[in-house]
């Protein structure tokens, strides 16, 4: 199994513009996750899906996030316009069901000049 | 609401034993998890403890006492490539994984 696929690796944009975040999870895993880290926040956990309805999305920090699941096998996050203070490390997680761990992608380097 | 406290550092020796604590305040979970995550790397889960008690893998076990929300990972034989950061974690009857705020392990040689 490849794990959880989170594309692009890097992503430098300026301050203003869209930025799209995507997840691949794994297949056959009905949970997914959406975290973001900061050596300040630690891990905070985003928006999350069960069978790609969103069930909780109170740590969206503003309108500027969005996030879909379009499918089982694909998520997006969505972060417009692009903040400086939006820089962080953004990672997919997935899980095969309650109780279940989760298994991250390698994340996303976010920088917003 | 939840909310996990962790000492932000730990330091300690090869092949010596480290103990990382975790106290939480949660309505209602699961379980207790641990994961460690190296520099630029992401988070990989070690250690799942659902019920009361001792939980063993290798030279890391994990400990749970919902009494006392207390938990600990216990590191055994201590190696260089142990030194990372180990978060606990709970999954609330929310369903989603509330994570703590990570403790830092240096391993010196």
């Known amino acids: 199994d490849a794990g959880v696929i989170q594309s692009p690796r890097h992503e430098v944009t300026e301050m203003g513009q869209e930025v799209t975040l995507r997840c691949k999870p794994i297949s056959g895993h009905n949970s997914l996750f959406w975290y973001r880290q900061t050596m300040m926040r630690g891990l905070e956990l985003l928006i999350y899906f069960n069978n790609n309805v969103p069930i909780d999305d109170s740590g969206m920090p503003e309108d500027r996030f969005s996030a879909k699941m379009p499918n089982a096998s694909f998520s997006t996050l969505k972060i417009q316009p692009s903040e400086p203070r939006d820089s962080a490390v953004y990672f997919c997680?997935?899980?095969?069901?309650?109780?279940?761990?989760?298994?991250f992608g390698s994340g996303t380097q976010l920088s917003v000049l | 609401g939840q909310s996990l406290e962790q000492p932000s550092e730990v330091t300690a020796v090869e092949g010596a034993i480290v103990q990382i604590n975790c106290t939480y305040q949660t309505s209602g979970f699961y379980g207790l998890s641990w994961y460690q995550q190296h520099d630029g790397g992401a988070p990989t889960f070690l250690s799942y403890?659902?019920?009361?008690g001792l939980e063993e893998t290798g030279r890391f076990s994990s400990f749970l006492s919902r009494s006392d929300s207390y938990g600990y990972l216990l590191l055994q034989e201590l190696q260089m490539k142990d030194s990372a950061s180990y978060f606990c974690a709970v999954r609330n009857y929310g369903q989603n994984f509330v994570f703590g705020p990570g403790t830092r392990l240096s391993v010196l040689p």
């Open positions: 997680a997935s899980s095969p069901g309650l109780n279940e761990k989760l298994f």
């Open positions: 403890n659902a019920l009361d």
